[in-house]
């Protein structure tokens, strides 16, 4: 895709905006502004916004506690995805973490997201425990959680 690329942290003025994008990618499940501003808000927690020419398309947000960083929520507006965003902003992510001698990353997906596991596999994450029946799901069924994590 032409056009400027820009990874920027996210500010507590961009609530809003990543409401919407959760919105977008989690319908079912989406976090209100408020709810983004509470995370944010927290000196532990972090995040980053992927800018395509200006506008922004995506965002990470995770939590740093002692020397280990969880990855609170991830996602790439739909019309954006398969273009290696999240690849990019999760290498970001990981840089920073490094620069702050953070050395493990922890995340927890759905075992039906193939796609995101796939992304996290791709960048070396590891299954290292599952949570069953951790999601809950509209239909009344409940989905196992994989809980992955990686060394940086
Ligand atoms: C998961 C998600 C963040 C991936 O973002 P993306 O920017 O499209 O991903 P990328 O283009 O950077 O692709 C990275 C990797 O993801 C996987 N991937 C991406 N699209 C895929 C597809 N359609 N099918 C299978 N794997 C796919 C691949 O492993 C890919 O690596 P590769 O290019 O070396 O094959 C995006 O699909 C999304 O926002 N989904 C909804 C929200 C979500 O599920 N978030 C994660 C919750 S844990």
């Given at each position: 895709m032409?056009?400027?690329?820009?990874?920027?942290?996210?500010?507590?003025?961009?609530?809003?905006?990543?409401a919407e994008?959760?919105?977008?990618?989690?319908?079912?499940a989406?976090?209100?502004a408020k709810?983004?501003s509470?995370?944010?808000?927290?000196?532990?927690?972090?995040g980053?916004?992927?800018c395509?020419?200006?506008?922004?398309?995506?965002?990470?947000?995770?939590q740093?506690?002692?020397?280990?960083?969880?990855?609170?929520?991830?996602?790439?507006?739909p019309?954006?995805?398969?273009?290696?965003f999240s690849?990019?902003?999760?290498?970001?992510?990981?840089?920073q973490?490094?620069?702050?001698?953070?050395n493990?990353?922890?995340?927890?997906?759905?075992?039906?997201?193939?796609?995101a596991?796939?992304?996290?596999?791709?960048?070396?994450?590891?299954e290292?425990?599952?949570?069953?029946?951790?999601?809950?799901?509209?239909?009344?069924?409940?989905?196992?959680?994989?809980?992955?994590?990686?060394?940086?």
């Amino acid at each position: 895709m032409n056009g400027s690329e820009e990874i920027i942290p996210c500010a507590l003025e961009h609530a809003d905006l990543l409401a919407e994008m959760h919105l977008r990618s989690f319908p079912d499940a989406a976090w209100k502004a408020k709810d983004i501003s509470a995370i944010l808000i927290q000196k532990t927690n972090n995040g980053l916004v992927y800018c395509q020419d200006a506008n922004p398309v995506g965002f990470i947000l995770w939590q740093e506690v002692v020397g280990e960083a969880e990855i609170l929520t991830l996602c790439i507006d739909p019309d954006f995805r398969g273009l290696g965003f999240s690849k990019k902003i999760m290498r970001r992510m990981v840089e920073q973490l490094y620069q702050a001698s953070v050395n493990k990353v922890f995340l927890e997906v759905s075992e039906e997201n193939t796609i995101a596991l796939s992304l996290y596999q791709t960048l070396g994450f590891v299954e290292i425990t599952r949570r069953s029946k951790y999601y809950h799901k509209f239909d009344g069924t409940t989905v196992d959680a994989v809980v992955m994590s990686v060394d940086i």
